[in-house]
């Protein structure tokens, strides 16, 4: 992900939201109209611009979404302990 400096500054849009769980509430900056439905939160038309003046670029992050899964098995033996019972589970 990148960015353009123009006459040295960079202007990106800023977006910001806060939930607070025990009181159910969201606090959004800038305030967004609803009227776009429960989305309305993600418009990046409507994010407030910010202004950077003499960024310099770093390298870059790479970031990669990955799914870890797994299963784990559970021997025993049955009540008579005359057979042996498996068990599995299995995460994904």
Not at 37 to 60: C, D, H, N, Y
């Amino acid at each position: 992900m990148g960015y353009q400096d123009k006459y040295g500054c960079v202007t990106m849009g800023m977006h910001m939201n806060r939930r607070i769980a025990r009181k159910n509430e969201y606090i959004i900056y800038p305030l967004i109209s609803n009227q776009w439905g429960f989305t309305s939160q993600f418009k990046a038309s409507q994010m407030q611009p910010i202004v950077f003046e003499q960024l310099k670029p770093r390298a870059p992050v790479y970031i990669t979404p990955y799914i870890l899964g797994g299963v784990s098995s559970l021997h025993q033996l049955n009540a008579d302990q005359t057979a042996g019972l498996l068990t599995r589970k299995s995460c994904f």
